[in-house]
T-cell receptor, first 117, second 117 residues
Framework: AQKITQTQPGMFVQEKEAVTLDCTYDTSDPSYGLFWYKQPSSGEMIFLIY??????QNATEGRYSLNFQKARKSANLVISASQLGDSAMYFC??????????????FGQGTELSVKP | DAGVTQSPTHLIKTRGQHVTLRCSPISGHKSVSWYQQVLGQGPQFIFQYYEKEERGRGNFPDRFSARQFPNYSSELNVNALLLGDSALYLC????????????????FGPGTRLTVL
């Protein structure tokens, strides 16, 4: 079974509007971290936002916020006021902690976001 | 501060050859991880090293090996190259490995694009 599922291969959004990118995860480890990365066509993975499994509040970083629903095992990324430069691939990733000291990140398949002017 | 650096940026090899990819982490980071990203997919975890010890290994054949040096830089070696090894190889560094610590987000380098002919 996939541990990270991103069900939207591609998304379109109008410039200045908000967009939500979906991510669901599967783990039995009580300690885990959830990450979102942006990958432009250049290939570099850019860290956007992090949510720990014990965090009580949803993470926010500027225009990025993470809608963390632990019971539903979802960690959706919300981008407010989209900009043309937001066009890129977006990856959701998870790192399990308690039983896996390797610290590896498990990535989803990604969502390609296109921002229209 | 300098980010994660990787060399070379591009590489073309033929089947059966050997390749060495190099990575220098962010200053102060002690953990280095390697990922393989095949076109159109999310990155797949290969190795993680922390304080020069292997802490995790992904589902890759023994042709893949890595090591970490006293200055925390790292090398990824791939022997007997196959066409399927063509991919973007990403290196990521973090301060530590605990999944639920906000200080342990992984920062990625620009990657090495390997083409096997």
């Amino acid at each position: 079974a996939q541990k990270i599922t991103q069900t939207q291969p591609g998304m379109f959004v109008q410039e200045k509007e908000a967009v939500t990118l979906d991510c669901t995860y599967d783990t039995s480890d009580p300690s885990y971290g959830l990450f979102w990365y942006k990958q432009p066509s250049s290939g570099e993975m850019i860290f956007l936002i992090y949510q720990g499994s014990y965090d009580q509040q949803n993470a926010t970083e500027g225009r990025y916020s993470l809608n963390f629903q632990k019971a539903r095992k979802s960690a959706n990324l919300v981008i407010s006021a989209s900009q043309l430069g937001d066009s890129a691939m977006y990856f959701c990733a998870m790192r399990e902690g308690l039983y896996n000291q390797g610290g590896k990140l498990i990535f989803g398949q990604g969502t390609e976001l296109s921002v229209k002017p | 501060d300098a980010g994660v650096t990787q060399s070379p940026t591009h590489l073309i090899k033929t089947r059966g050859q050997h390749v060495t990819l190099r990575c220098s982490p962010i200053s102060g980071h002690k953990s280095v991880s390697w990922y393989q990203q095949v076109l159109g997919q999310g990155p797949q975890f290969i190795f993680q090293y922390y304080e020069k010890e292997e802490r995790g290994r992904g589902n890759f054949p023994d042709r893949f090996s890595a090591r970490q040096f006293p200055n925390y830089s790292s090398e990824l070696n791939v022997n007997a190259l196959l066409l399927g090894d063509s991919a973007l190889y990403l290196c990521a560094s973090s301060y530590g490995t605990a999944a639920t610590s906000m200080n342990n987000e992984q920062f990625f380098g620009p990657g090495t694009r390997l083409t096997v002919l």
